[in-house]
């Protein structure tokens, strides 16, 4: 029965024919774009628990930064203390603001009706998640500084002076490290893919590529 179809399709006019393949890749289309879709749907979701237990731990970080500043003593400790949970509360702030914006970014890629829109609201929904995961590693470092005072540091001992700098060191190169090397030109790399897993990078690689597949589809006709 196909094939009977088929040849009398290929024994149509011409202008049969060009409806009959613009027909066909507008349905490749819808049906590539509809699955780019609905590969990132599900990342709303995520994103929304992520924006809610973030706005949580910022919450948090501002009532003990506010008791800190207005109910104890200036010391050395309440200077560690406030600098450090402000700069967790910063990084964090950015980070749920880009996944506010990457909500907004998904409401318009399930909106949008044209192809190449929508292609490049996925790609920018790419960096975005890459800017976000590179700005809540900043943070790091400052979980290894908040308890420290002045007792510590003058009288705490040598392994402790030792371990902490080491900790420190350690945290602050690689927040140095993750913040410079997560990047689309590093994507080649093990160590930076692994940092981008469970983050939604790869749902939307996985929808540019659908998206792609139009392209392609289009070049081998």
Known sequence: ????????????????????????????ELTQTRKAKSKVKSLIFSKIIGITLGL???LFMFILIYYCVFYTPI??????????????????????????????????IDNSESVTDTQLKLASLQLSIIKSVR????????????YLNYELIMHGGI????????????????AIWAFRNINYQNLNKKRVRNLLQGVGFYSVTQALDFIKEIDNFGNDR
């Open 56 to 58: 949580g731990w910022i």
């Open 1 to 28: 029965m196909e094939d009977e179809y088929l040849k009398k399709i290929w024994n149509s006019p011409d202008s049969e024919i060009k409806d009959f393949l613009n027909i066909n890749d507008q349905s490749f």
């Open 135 to 146: 700005v809540s590693w900043l943070q790091l470092p400052f979980y290894t500084t908040w």
């Open 75 to 108: 010391s050395l400790g309440k200077g560690f203390f406030v600098g450090s949970l402000s700069m967790i509360s910063l990084s964090t702030s950015l980070a749920v603001f880009l996944y506010v914006k990457d909500i907004f970014t998904l409401k318009q």
């Open 159 to 174: 392994i402790f002076r030792i371990v902490q700098i080491l900790v420190t060191g350690l945290t602050t190169w690689f």
